[in-house]
């Protein structure tokens, strides 16, 4: 992974400290982290997964 990727906040997290995401989007991969344990890596998904699962979220199918 490039020291230059950028990493959001993902719109999804909450902003209590609690329960949040990391999302970094580069050629060909959606980047996934825990804000809390970011040197346990990421997970990687292609950008159709990852609009297939927020599209299952968003209709509470998730």
């Given at each position: ?9 993902s719109s999804y997290s909450s902003d209590t400290g609690g329960n949040c995401l990391e ?40």
């Open positions: 992974m490039n020291h230059h990727t950028e990493w959001r906040k999302i970094a989007e580069v050629p060909g991969s959606v980047l996934v982290r825990d804000t809390q344990h970011r040197e346990l890596g990421h997970l990687d998904f292609t950008p159709e997964a990852w609009a297939a699962f927020l599209a299952d979220v968003k209709a509470g199918r998730l």
